[in-house]
Nanobody, 122 residues
Framework: HVQLVESGGGSMQSGGSLTLSCAIS????????VGWFRQGPGTERERVAN????????FYHNSVKGRFTISRDNAKNMVYLQMNSLKPEDTAMYYC????????????????WGQGTQVTVS
């Protein structure tokens, strides 16, 4: 059973930095995608960043390009999201997700999710 647990959220002033961590309970298949999504109050869950093992492909939402970086430590089954130059519009619950094979854009395409960690930027 795959379980994901996020940590590292918190409150931060605009311009600050946070690093989110996601611990995955099992070693995923060689061909897999891990991603970070976020959902603000009254908004739909949106894809922030993801990483596909094949080709080490990454995706970033336009609003976070140049500010956020997704990385992973496969030996530790960990995924990270380094967030710099935080803005109030980054305020949301951040979720880690995983799936086999290539990354897809829709949240529904990811079967495994963490419980979320809140990021608040003021």
């Amino acid at each position: 059973h795959v379980q994901l647990v996020e940590s590292g959220g918190g409150s931060m002033q605009s311009g600050g930095s946070l690093t989110l961590s996601c611990a995955i309970s099992v070693k995923l298949e060689t061909d897999n995608c891990v991603g970070w999504f976020r959902q603000g109050p009254g908004t739909e869950r949106e894809r922030v960043a993801n990483h596909h093992t094949i080709g080490s492909r990454t995706f970033y939402h336009n609003s976070v390009k140049g500010r956020f970086t997704i990385s992973r430590d496969n030996a530790k089954n960990m995924v990270y999201l380094q967030m710099n130059s935080l803005k109030p519009e980054d305020t949301a619950m951040y979720y880690c997700a995983a799936r086999s094979a290539a990354c897809l854009s829709t949240p529904a395409s990811f079967p495994y999710w963490g419980q979320g960690t809140q990021v608040t930027v003021s």
